[in-house]
């Protein structure tokens, strides 16, 4: 790539050509802030005013027949068929529910018992920590004879034997945007027979992903960040259509029966995705992220990641002209191929410096050290 000088014709150049201009309008920023926090808080969707206003008129006309009437009932299954194009899997191989971090206990609670004889769970020791409390929770939840084995993510593929039951890891790191070879490390874990488990928190609206094309087995996410559903807003678990009815959610919830409202005494798991559901959805929560899954369904996934590819790399070249003389390190530097949507700045004073840029009006995050 040759270097160009992003300045301030150029950027609006580019703006002007952006296939993905229209979009913009659709959200609604902080007013007055340059918000560089998608990655924590997705911006809000104009639209989600109307679709929460419909959920409440709902709600009002009809009650508890809005379970039915306004499809609250199946709308884990109809969001999860509308996110799967942007993870590159197929419509009924994910499920909209819960959080990341409950649903990241839930698959890997289940295939832990589905590989009995294995006792091993490598995890990427860089990850995002609460995903490793889980991991260290539920090896001493199933007995305690499992081994957590932390490994460097570059490392993941070369560490995977006949002993790994799970391995788990982000796709993009939370903290540097490094993206992770799926490929490489799916099919490591295939020819061992482990199974894998990956967190697209960081991944889900912002990079192209290529679940079934990868070799995935199982996959969580998050709905606030990328995909911009709110605060708080409803995960999402994948389970590749083969493995799906081998798995038994540890959480035997009544919305995962075969027949939720037969009352059955005995708990008979559902076919399919909706066997990994456990209670009630939160449907207002919902209708928000399918608002907002609305305003991205119109773009192709690759157009989504060429964008933030693009807006990383005017980013991180026109700091990195200033970085040396103000001791900034940007990971990864300016090709922003191998990394998400987020950029990594390291400083030793990044605290005060990220309270200086709030200051001045410029929203970023910062995670010590
Ligand atoms: C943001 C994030 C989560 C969030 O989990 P919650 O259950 O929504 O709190 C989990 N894992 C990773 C890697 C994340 O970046």
Known sequence: MTAVTWNFERCAARDREDPLRAARARFQLPPDQIYLVGHSLGAMPVDVHEAMQRV??????????GWNRSGWLSASERIGERLAPLLGARSHEVICADST???????LGAALTSAPARRRILVEEENFPADNYIVDGIAQFVGGDHEVLRVPGAALADAIDARVAVVVASHVN???????????????????????LWDLAHSAGA??????DAGA?????C?????????????????????????????????GHEAPFSMAPIYRPAE???????????????????????????????????????????FASRLEGEAAEHGLVIEGGTDRAAHGAH???????????????AVRGVKCDYRAP
């Open 272 to 314: 399919g995705m909706r066997r990994f559901l456990c209670g009630t959805p939160p449907i207002l929560s919902m209708a928000a992220l399918e608002a907002a899954l609305a305003v991205l369904e119109p773009y192709a996934p690759v157009a989504l990641a060429a964008k933030a590819t693009a807006l990383g790399e005017v």
């Open 343 to 357: 950029v990594l700045v390291q400083h030793p004073d990044a605290k005060q410096l990220a309270l200086a840029l």
């Open 56 to 65: 409440l008129r709902s709600w009002g006309a009809e009650g508890v027949g």
């Open 223 to 255: 709905g606030y960040k990328y995909l911009s559903g709110g605060p708080g807003a409803p995960a999402f678990m994948f389970v590749r259509e083969g493995m799906q009815s081998s798995l038994r959610a540890p959480m035997w919830g009544w919305l």
């Open 207 to 212: 990079v192209e992903i290529a679940l079934n």
């Open 217 to 221: 087995d199982l996959a969580v996410g």
């Open 101 to 107: 971090t409950v649903n990241l206990f839930r698959l």
């Open 174 to 196: 939370y903290r540097s945007g490094r993206v992770l070879p799926m490929r490489a490390v799916c099919a490591a874990a295939r020819a061992s027979g482990a199974i894998t």
